[in-house]
C-alpha cells in the first residue's frame, strides 16, 4: 500500500489561497476517483474538487472557513501501489500527524429513561436546531432546563418528549427569558460578501442620489409584450427594461461604466457593458453577470438575466458568470421600500437600486390628477469618479427612457 498527497490545485488565473467550504468525506472513509472530496472557495466561485484516485482517507488538512494555499497537500489517501511519495519526501506518517482531521464525535447510546435535572440544574447554552428551538418555543419548555442525549449535549426532538413524558413541562402560559446566545462562525460565501462590503464601505466614497419615476407607461409595453410574445421568449419583468434603460445610460455617460484601481490611480473604462444584478441566493448575496449587454435585445437580456440568476441560486454558476461586471443593479422586488442605499460592488463606481413600485396620485399638467406606477432609483456612486452632477444626469437619462419606453428601443 502507498499514500497519494493530494495537492490543492491552481484554481483560477491570480489565485493564490482558497477558503475550505465544506468537507464530503472523513478520515477512514473509502473513496473512489471522482468522487467530491472538498469544495474549495475562491473570490470568484466555490469549486468541487474531486478524488483522483481510489483509496482510503488517511488525513485531511483544513477546517471549515479556513484559508488554504494553493499547492498544500490537503488530503493523504491510502491506495494500492507505490502512490505519488517521492524518496526525500518528509515522513508521510509524520506529516499525516500534522494534519489529520479527527472524525467527528459519534453521539453515545443512551438506555434508560433520561433522568429529570435536579431543580436549579441549567444548561446556560442549550445547543439545539432552529426546529427544536421552535417547538420548545411553541410548547413554553426552557431548553436550558431539558437534558440533551446529543453530541456536547444536543437537544432533539426526542429529548423533548422525555422531558414532557417525565413532567418537566413548563405549565400554564408563564413567558421565560431567553439566555441563548448562539455563536455562527462566518464562514463561505457570508464571509466573502462581508469582505467585499467592508472593502467598498471603507475605501468608496459613496454619494447617493434618488428619484422618482412614472412607469406607467414602460408597465403597459411590458404587460402588452408579454401578452404577445411566443413560446421561446422568456416573460418580462421590470427589470430588463431597466437594464435597457441602463445600457443606453452607461453608453451615454461612459465614466460610469468603470472600474476604479486606486493603487494606480486609474479609472478603467469600459466599451462593453456587463451588467451585474445583484441577487439573494440561499448561500447569500451574489452578483451574477449579464455580459455585452450592448449586442442583446430585450428578449435576449431577460432570458439571459434569469439563466445566470438560476445557476447563482443552484450553486451550479461558473466563475465567469459571477465576475467582470462594470455596473451593477440591485433591487428588493416588491419589498423594496422606499429608499435604499445600495453598497457599490466594489471595484465599480455605480450601482442602480430598484424600489417597488406604487399606485399614487399624480398631478398631470398642472391640474389634471391621474393615478400613475411611481418607483424610485436609489443609486450610489463612487464620488472620485462620478461628479455629483453627472450621476444626476445619468438617472435622470434613465428616468426619461422609462417614462418614454419607445426610445429604449430607438
Known sequence: MGQYFF?????????????VAALHVKVGDMVTEDQPLID????????????????????????????????????????????????????????????????????VAVSGPIAMPTSGTVNDHPLASPAVRLRALEAHIDLA???????AGRISHQDIDDFIASGGRISGFEKQKRTAIEEIPVIGIRRKIAQRM????????????VEEVDVTEVEKLRHFLNANR????????????????????????PECNSHYDPEHSLVRRFSGVHLGIASQTPSGLMVPVVS??????????????MRVS????????????????????????????????????????????VNKI????????????QIRKMMNLSSSFDHRVVDGFVAAELIQFIKGALEQPATLFM
Open 292 to 305: 455585452h449587454a450592448e449586442t442583446r435585445d430585450i428578449w435576449d437580456m431577460a432570458a439571459e438575466m
Open 198 to 209: 467592508e472593502l467598498s464601505k471603507r475605501s468608496i466614497p459613496h454619494y447617493s442620489y
Open 145 to 151: 432546563r431539558v437534558p440533551g442525549s446529543g453530541p
Open 7 to 19: 495537492k490543492l490545485p491552481d484554481l483560477g488565473e491570480g489565485i493564490v489561497e482558497a477558503e
Open 310 to 353: 438560476s445557476a447563482a441560486r443552484s450553486g451550479k454558476a461558473k466563475r465567469e458568470e459571477l465576475s467582470g461586471s462594470t455596473v451593477t443593479i440591485t433591487s428588493l422586488g416588491k419589498i423594496g421600500g422606499i429608499v435604499t442605499t445600495p453598497v457599490i460592488n466594489y471595484p465599480e463606481v455605480c450601482i442602480i437600486g
Open 230 to 253: 411566443t413560446e421561446d421568449q422568456p416573460k418580462l419583468s421590470i427589470l430588463p427594461f431597466i437594464m435597457m434603460a441602463t445600457l443606453k445610460g452607461m453608453e451615454k455617460f
Open 40 to 107: 474549495m472557495m475562491t473570490d470568484k466561485a466555490t469549486v468541487e474538487i474531486p478524488s483522483p484516485v481510489d483509496g482510503k482517507i488517511l488525513s485531511i488538512k483544513g477546517q471549515l472557513g479556513e484559508m488554504i494555499p494553493v499547492g498544500t497537500a490537503m488530503v493523504v489517501i491510502e491506495v494500492e501501489g507505490a502512490g505519488n511519495t517521492e524518496p526525500n519526501a518528509e515522513d508521510p506518517a509524520e506529516k499525516a500527524e500534522k494534519t489529520i482531521i479527527e472524525s467527528p464525535v459519534k453521539p
Open 358 to 369: 406604487v399606485p399614487r396620485p399624480m398631478v398631470m399638467n398642472e391640474t389634471d390628477i
